[in-house]
């Protein structure tokens, strides 16, 4: 997160080269303040819009605490897209309580 304008608007630091879709936008799923840390469901939060520069997340801040630093994972609609842009995926230990990258593929698309 790298700016938080107004209650219920951050951006995110990263664009839609970063976060490519064919059909919905990306899905914020997991938020951490301190890297290596147990993740956070971000509930009801979304992407209402990505640019060049940003992508704007949408939350309910009575609901979901949000600040400038902190690391969101976003889920992609069709990762497919990304694969051009992503010649090497990582393979995480767990999804939700071990992010460590245990792999990785290599993609040729």
């Not at 664009?15 to 509930?43: H, K, Y």
């Amino acid at each position: 997160m790298v700016s938080q304008p107004k209650d219920g608007l951050a951006l995110i630091d990263g664009v839609n080269r970063d976060f490519p879709f064919d059909e919905v936008l990306p899905e914020p799923q997991l938020i951490v303040s301190d890297l290596g840390a147990p993740m956070a469901e971000l509930v009801g939060a979304s992407i209402s819009a990505l640019n060049d520069q940003h992508a704007y997340l949408r939350f309910d801040p009575a609901s979901a605490t949000v600040k400038i630093g902190d690391v969101v994972r976003l889920g992609l609609s069709h990762p497919c897209t990304a694969f051009d842009k992503w010649s090497l995926i990582p393979v995480l230990e767990d999804q939700v309580k071990d992010q460590r990258v245990t792999d990785l593929i290599h993609t040729f698309f």
